[in-house]
């Protein structure tokens, strides 16, 4: 199990250092302001506008990266800083989260898969954890129940971990198309295309050690279970 606790060391070494590094590249490219002189918020309708969607509502939603697409009730929800600002950084948000409003609007297979598997991952992420120490106190005191409590939380655990990777490719696929946008539709320059394109690849890599460290717990509970057998 050693290795697994290197693993994970590393892994939590890369999520800060990803984290970290991302908070910088936002501050930096914040201070890149558009020449085009759009805010967030006019970015994002611009790229609906010219992809054929008019049913979709821009907002402005409380607090710091708490940008995201609701394809529930068809809203791109900018927070304050990125609604409000007129810089490389909230243009790359804007036009991203559209990503995920276009491609909702073309159904998007992987997007149409997470979107399926939400409510279920609801579910697992409450009770994973929960399930899982029960059934290795339960095993601790020679119960056979324990044994079946920790194989379902596992199940459960499982579950959030297909959500993570299954959510790679929409990311990837969203910022894509937003950096696809403002390139061909000439809403940004050269250098603040560069520094939208820098700012979404980071955004990009928290998914992927998310990914990796569901994937390395994951495992990590199998062998343990494996192991009590």
Same mark, same amino acid.
């Given at each position: /199990?050693?290795?697994?606790?290197? =693993?994970?060391?590393?892994?939590?070494?890369?999520?800060?250092?990803?984290?970290?590094?991302? #908070?910088? #590249?936002?501050?930096?490219?914040? #201070?890149?302001?558009?020449? *085009?002189?759009?805010?967030?918020?006019?970015?994002?309708?611009? /790229?609906?506008?010219?992809?054929?969607?008019?049913?979709?509502?821009?907002?402005?939603?409380?607090?710091?990266?708490?940008?995201?697409?609701?394809? $529930? *009730?068809?809203?791109?929800?900018?927070?304050?800083?990125? %609604?409000?600002?007129?810089?490389?950084?909230?243009?790359?948000?804007?036009?991203?989260?559209?990503?995920?409003?276009?491609?909702?609007?073309?159904?998007? !297979?992987?997007?149409? /898969?997470?979107? !399926?598997?939400?409510? /279920?991952?609801?579910?697992?992420?409450?009770?994973? *954890? %929960?399930?899982?120490?029960?059934?290795?106190? =339960?095993?601790?005191?020679?119960?056979?129940?324990? !044994?079946?409590?920790?194989?379902?939380?596992?199940?459960?655990?499982? $579950?959030?971990?297909?959500?993570?990777?299954?959510?790679?490719?929409?990311?990837?696929?969203?910022?894509?198309?937003?950096?696809?946008?403002?390139?061909?539709? *000439?809403?940004?320059?050269?250098?603040?295309?560069?520094?939208?394109?820098?700012? =979404?690849?980071?955004?990009?890599?928290?998914?992927?050690?998310?990914?990796?460290?569901?994937?390395?717990?994951?495992?990590?509970?199998?062998?343990?279970?494996?192991?009590?057998?």
């Amino acid at each position: /199990m050693s290795g697994y606790y290197l =693993l994970a060391g590393l892994i939590f070494l890369a999520s800060w250092w990803v984290s970290n590094t991302l #908070k910088k #590249k936002f501050a930096h490219y914040s #201070k890149l302001h558009l020449r *085009n002189g759009m805010s967030g918020k006019e970015i994002a309708e611009q /790229m609906l506008k010219d992809n054929g969607i008019y049913d979709v509502q821009v907002i402005s939603t409380p607090g710091q990266l708490t940008d995201h697409y609701n394809p $529930t *009730n068809k809203t791109v929800n900018l927070s304050e800083s990125v %609604f409000h600002q007129r810089n490389a950084a909230a243009a790359a948000v804007a036009a991203h989260e559209c990503g995920h409003a276009v491609q909702h609007a073309q159904a998007y !297979s992987w997007l149409t /898969m997470r979107s !399926s598997i939400v409510p /279920m991952v609801g579910v697992a992420s409450k009770l994973s *954890n %929960f399930v899982i120490m029960m059934g290795l106190i =339960l095993s601790a005191t020679g119960s056979a129940l324990g !044994s079946s409590l920790f194989l379902l939380g596992i199940l459960l655990f499982a $579950t959030t971990t297909v959500f993570s990777v299954i959510t790679l490719p929409v990311e990837f696929d969203a910022s894509k198309r937003a950096l696809v946008w403002l390139k061909t539709k *000439n809403m940004v320059t050269t250098e603040e295309l560069h520094g939208a394109e820098d700012a =979404l690849n980071w955004a990009a890599r928290t998914y992927v050690v998310a990914a990796l460290g569901s994937l390395a717990t994951l495992m990590y509970f199998i062998m343990v279970f494996l192991d009590r057998r």
